[in-house]
């Protein structure tokens, strides 16, 4: 099936051979649904911390910042804006002139809210001699939407997200991406006053991101007394996916090539484990606010920190403690309560088990990556959400599920779906290092039966994707996961380009 040419396309993305007979067999087999006991709520797996207990996390998480630990923020930045202005660009092919849908009557209406307004008012007028005022009285608004998203003016439908000025100060617009160096000064400035960002982004922007960092972060470095360390890296062209025909044959383009496809956001797992931190926090590029707004974020994303440094302190003891081999039978047994009340692992066969086995069941579950989850209330915004599901060593545990992942035929499965009352905002922080100090392999922790397919076209020809396991679903799935229930208001995604109209991104 691949010939001499295909062996040397392959090895020269770093993908093996047998790497890619195991995504052609993927094609022909599919991937299994999985298979969930319950959705998680607040009653069964999501901690809901009151007033009174948050202290005891906060301070815990300050003294772990005053210790010479390594904390990253970790932001996936490399999708692009098209999707955003998805509606202005209907409008732009429509066979109507002028704002016809609630849509385009609200972004026309607001226009002068938006914090790119005024950039937009300049590239309209050296474009056309008239500012976007002139533009609308004179009914040319398809004018004022090609200067906003086409190369001539401000080309926003063809940048990232975190290139684009979500918000208006007194004194400046700031884009999404600096919006992230605002927010790591405010929880994960360590005792130095160091605070360490690294974005993943597509390789046509990469350097768009660097010409901004230069030109904004001393400012943003005085303005919160911090020094910043800011890295960026690209998907890795080794974890791109081989494209199929409809019956599963390698599609070829026109040149008789391979055709590879980006995996999707959880080829950033590699990207993640190239990282050198103790604690990662993880959240999109468009999960910003303006400073105004920022209170609530700031508190949970310490509060969620703080659960996590406090609950991997208790795992390294009890680590520490199975290796000395001076554990008595009272001790396993407030491990396995620890492991099953607070971690919310179970597994139905323990009681069969002898203290040694037992013991090395209790490591296996305790060493590997742990991660935090900030969940919101479901309010009918599209996420993951968070069940209790079955493992393949027959365990039960916390997952972050897509819909795609469960079996929509069965009705019971679809109740539980249906039932969920949270959903995951993308809102992590997470521990990669061991009890020893040592890096997790995060590879390794992939649940490979997690992807799906999808089905795209190229030239005309239709043709099936393979997406890999999710970054905060399949990809993170033999971590340790612990929910806990944060507010709305720290969940205020830009999916369109009239999100930016909502309170919380105007000041």
Not at 3 to 12: F, H, V
Not at 286 to 309: C, E, H, Q
Not at 381 to 406: R, T
């Amino acid at each position: 099936m691949l010939n001499a040419k295909d062996l040397s396309q392959i090895a020269e993305r770093g993908i093996s051979e047998e790497k890619i007979n195991e995504q052609l067999a993927c094609f022909e087999k599919g991937f299994p649904f999985l298979e969930i006991e319950a959705s998680a709520s607040v009653d069964k797996g999501i901690m809901s911390i009151p007033q009174e207990k948050q202290k005891e996390y906060l301070l815990a998480w300050d003294a772990y910042l005053a210790k010479d630990r390594r904390v990253l923020k970790f932001v996936p930045a490399s999708g692009a804006a098209s999707r955003m202005f998805k509606g202005l660009f209907s409008f732009l092919s429509a066979e109507y002139d002028v704002p016809t849908t609630d849509f385009e009557r609200k972004f026309f209406a607001d226009i002068h809210k938006f914090a790119f307004y005024t950039a937009l008012d300049k590239v309209c007028q050296r474009n056309t001699g008239k500012d976007v005022a002139a533009l609308i009285a004179c009914k040319e608004y398809k004018q004022v939407v090609s200067n906003l998203l086409e190369k001539h003016g401000l080309n926003y439908g063809n940048l990232p997200k975190g290139l684009l000025l979500f918000h208006t100060y007194p004194d400046a617009f700031r884009t999404a991406m600096e919006e992230h160096l605002a927010e790591g000064a405010m929880y994960a400035k360590n005792n130095l006053g160091k605070v360490n960002i690294h974005f993943t982004v597509s390789p046509e922007h990469k350097a768009l991101f660097e010409e901004l960092v230069k030109e904004k972060v001393s400012s943003y470095e005085n303005k919160f007394s911090v020094i910043y360390d800011i890295s960026f890296s690209v998907q890795k062209a080794s974890t791109d996916t081989i494209a199929v025909n409809m019956d599963n044959t390698p599609f070829r383009d026109k040149e008789g090539n391979l055709f590879f496809r980006p995996g999707g956001h959880g080829a950033l797992i590699e990207n993640l484990n190239d990282m050198d931190a103790d604690v990662v926090f993880i959240k999109n590029i468009d999960n910003v606010v303006p400073d105004s707004f920022k209170f609530s974020t700031i508190i949970y994303k310490k509060l969620i920190a703080g659960v996590l440094v406090s609950l991997q302190e208790r795992i390294f003891n009890y680590l520490n403690l199975i290796d000395t081999g001076k554990y008595s039978h009272a001790q396993i047994e407030e491990m396995i309560h620890f492991v099953q009340d607070e971690l919310c692992i179970r597994k139905s066969d323990i009681k069969y088990m002898e203290d040694a086995e037992l013991v090395l069941y209790i490591k296996s579950k305790l060493n590997r990556p742990l991660r935090v989850c900030g969940l919101v209330k479901n309010v009918g915004e599209p996420g993951g959400g968070p069940f209790l599901a079955v493992n393949q060593d027959g365990s039960v545990s916390l997952q972050i599920l897509e819909s795609s992942q469960i079996d929509m035929n069965d009705p019971a499965k679809k109740a539980l779906f249906d039932k969920g009352t949270h959903f995951n905002p993308v809102d992590l922080v997470c521990a990669v290092k061991n009890y020893k100090g040592e890096k997790f392999n995060l590879p390794d922790y992939v649940d490979k039966n997690t992807g799906f397919i999808s089905y795209k076209s190229k030239d005309g020809k239709e043709l099936k994707a393979l997406e890999l396991p999710g970054l905060w679903n399949g990809a993170m799935s033999d971590w340790t996961t612990v929910f806990v229930e944060v507010p709305i208001e720290t969940f205020n995604p830009v999916k369109t380009v009239n999100d930016l109209l909502r309170k919380e991104h105007q000041q």
